[in-house]
């Protein structure tokens, strides 16, 4: 099995979607499913069960992503080690990126690699749903989310920055001519749900309940932003964003109205306890100092 074969099992295991998977490697469907076809035909077993509503993993397939997920690590990062010694560099920063603002956050990028130019940084995205499983996996060493965290095996460093809310509705919507929303809007229309979502996490981003104690209701299940948007534009849902997201997601088709009577939703430094090192460290440094300037 070649690498690019590993790659693209790996992460329809973990898409359990032909055509996510095939957005998130930049090839077709079509690649995806004759990669898959092939390591079937040679492994001599279903790897996927496949209907027309779901996938997901035989048997055979758990146990084939279980071996490979080391080796595929490995792999990376000796590829990774190859190339930072090509530039000079000992070792990298890869920081997960929940929010869309990362050019916004110039200042701190580039701080970091100014002190410290041994060290490389890599900024990634990161998906909302299972929200600390890249950090847990090791896919990344930081990760910028929406706080609080309360979970046991995770860090929680400096906050790094705030942000207003703005609500996101169809530009045909009924709120749609409107300057500004509220909070109590939210009980009249439903909301996306995230799927697998600590419920504390979920509840700091959109509340239970509106201020006067009506039920916000989350209904649709969403894996990622395209879902939400769809649901958004079709009229099915409204969504609270950081306000950021207006600035970096602009569509003719969604309006945007400031929700003046939310708090803030801060974003903060997250990484595993267990993986603090030098590079994460002089990380918050950077944020720490940058706050305090």
């Not at 000079?88 to 701190?108: C, F, I, P, Q, W």
């Not at 942000?163 to 001519?177: F, K, N, T, Y």
């Not at 990484?271 to 440094?285: K, S, T, V």
Request: charged content about 25%.
């Amino acid at each position: 099995m070649e690498l690019r074969d590993i790659e693209i099992f790996l992460a329809l295991a973990e898409e359990l979607h032909f055509g996510r998977t095939a957005q998130r490697l930049y090839v077709s469907t079509a690649r995806v499913s004759q990669a898959i076809k092939q390591q079937e035909r040679s492994i001599g077993a279903e790897l996927f069960h496949r209907d027309s509503r779901n996938v997901r993993l035989t048997p055979v397939g758990e146990q084939l992503r279980a071996d490979l997920l080391p080796v595929h690590r490995g792999l990376r990062e000796s590829l990774e080690r190859a190339r930072l010694a090509a530039q000079g560099k000992t070792d990298v920063l890869r920081v997960g990126m929940m929010s869309s603002n990362a050019h916004e956050l110039r200042r701190y990028w580039d701080t970091f690699r100014s002190r410290h130019p041994q060290w490389g940084l890599r900024l990634r995205h990161a998906p909302f749903t299972e929200p600390f499983a890249g950090l847990r996996r090791g896919d990344v060493d930081i990760l910028v989310c929406w706080l609080p965290v309360l979970e046991p095996d995770l860090v929680v460093g400096p906050k790094f920055f705030s942000e207003s809310r703005i609500l996101a509705v169809a530009i045909d919507h009924e709120l749609a001519g409107r300057a500004t929303g509220s909070l109590e809007m939210l009980g009249d229309f439903q909301v996306p749900a995230g799927l697998s979502l600590p419920g504390y996490w979920g509840d700091a981003y959109t509340p239970p309940h509106t201020p006067r104690g009506r039920v916000i209701e989350r209904t649709q299940p969403v894996e990622n932003v395209d879902d939400i948007f769809a649901l958004i534009s079709a009229g099915e849902s409204v969504n609270l964003f950081p306000a950021h997201v207006s600035r970096y997601w602009a569509r003719p088709d969604i309006a945007w109205l400031p929700i003046p009577d939310m708090e803030t939703l801060d974003f903060g430094l997250v990484w595993r306890g267990e993986a603090e090192n030098d590079l994460i460290r002089a990380f918050a440094q950077v944020v720490r100092d940058l706050h305090e300037s």
